[in-house]
């Protein structure tokens, strides 16, 4: 079964431009999760989506949004983007929502900004 | 709020020696604990988890990890270290209620393994 997929791997923008990052889950999984990752932050939540809804949301400012769509894949936005906003972007994947369930992880999307 | 410490920064260990990785929690209720694993450039594998019951976890290329509700540790462990699983480890908590999949991590372990 082939795992989370992410697009694009690496994307370079500058201050001020918007972002989409997409998330393809493992077949069948319906949860998708957003985390950043920095140096100085560590893995942070950004939020969680299942069946199309937003589950939870991290302490991100408004600029950070995602949707899910019906066949569960899902992509986040990044508006008027900050150099701090420079990170690694991993999406998660599980079955269902839950605290017993695993997340499996994508390979990231590293975002520079300029 | 819920929330790991991971004490070490890195933790170095000779090929073949017994390895532990430390984690400790805090979390309002019961823990569901998960380690993982992060190799350069790449996302995070799932090694384990503790959900319930036995309080000895195996997992995912030898490591094994044990709860400790008294002293609210979840400790990751490995008989015999090897070369490859020099890489950064994860220790995260969720609460058995609320917050859905929202998982916390700690700040991450190095791990050296060296010949």
């Known amino acids: 079964k082939a795992g989370v997929t992410q697009t694009p791997r690496y994307l370079i923008k500058t201050r001020g431009q918007q972002v989409t990052l997409s998330c393809s889950p493992i077949s069948g999984h319906r949860s998708v999760s957003w985390y950043q990752q920095t140096p100085g932050q560590g893995l942070q939540f950004l939020f969680e989506?299942?069946?199309?809804?937003?589950?939870n949301k991290g302490n991100f400012p408004g600029r950070f949004s995602g949707r899910q769509f019906s066949n569960s894949r899902s992509e986040m936005n990044v508006s008027t983007l900050e150099l701090g906003d420079s990170a690694l972007y991993l999406c998660a994947s599980s079955l269902m929502t839950g605290p017993q369930e695993t997340q499996y992880f994508g390979p990231g999307t590293r975002l520079l900004v300029l | 709020a819920q929330s790991v410490a991971q004490p070490e920064d890195q933790v170095n260990v000779a090929e073949g020696n017994p390895l532990t990785v430390k984690c400790t929690y805090s979390v309002s209720g019961n823990p569901y604990l998960f380690w993982y694993v992060q190799y350069p450039n790449r996302g995070l594998q799932f090694l384990l988890k503790y959900i319930t019951g036995d309080n000895l976890v195996k997992g995912s290329y030898g490591f094994e990890a044990e709860f400790n509700k008294s002293q609210t540790s979840f400790h990751l462990k490995k008989p015999s270290a090897l070369v490859s699983d020099s890489a950064l480890y994860f220790c995260?908590?969720?609460?058995?209620?609320?917050?859905?999949?929202?998982?916390?991590f700690g700040t991450g372990t190095q791990l050296k393994v060296e010949l």
């Open positions: 995260a908590v969720r609460p058995s209620t609320g917050g859905g999949n929202k998982l916390t």
């Open positions: 989506y299942f069946s199309e809804t937003q589950r």
